[in-house]
């Protein structure tokens, strides 16, 4: 059973940094792309980085060179480090992988139970 749990989460001041780790547990075949996502309350959930498995790596507009999607592929762990927080990057930040269904051709998403992140200002 694929299981993604996120870590990292917490408490930061404006200008400080946090690194969100995601463990992938139950194996996962053909990866099509790794993400983290947020979502703010009151918000919907959008994309924050988007690393697709040929190696494209895709940033929220709102990112500005703020934050680094990493993965470890020999340990299964997706990184999200974020640099320069701002007061808005406060929300709940989910983990996720999409893997290709190559019977049905279409794309499984799986996710994590997400991680707290709160900037104060």
């Known amino acids: 059973q694929v299981q993604l749990v996120e870590s990292g989460g917490g408490l930061v001041q404006a200008g400080g940094s946090l690194r969100l780790s995601c463990a992938a547990s139950?194996?996962?075949?053909?990866?099509?792309?790794m993400g983290w996502y947020r979502q703010a309350p009151g918000k919907q959930r959008e994309l924050v980085a988007r690393?697709?498995?040929?190696?494209?790596?895709v940033y929220a507009g709102f990112v500005e060179g703020r934050f680094t999607i990493s993965r470890d592929n020999a340990e299964n762990m997706i990184y999200l480090q974020m640099n320069s927080l701002k007061p808005e990057d406060t929300a709940v930040y989910y983990c996720?992988?999409?893997?290709?269904?190559?019977?049905?051709?279409?794309?499984?998403?799986?996710w994590g139970q997400g991680t707290q992140v709160t900037v104060s200002s």
């Open positions: 139950g194996g996962i075949p053909d990866i099509d792309a």
């Open positions: 690393l697709a498995s040929g190696g494209n790596t």
């Open positions: 996720n992988i999409d893997r290709l269904d190559r019977g049905a051709w279409d794309i499984v998403r799986y």
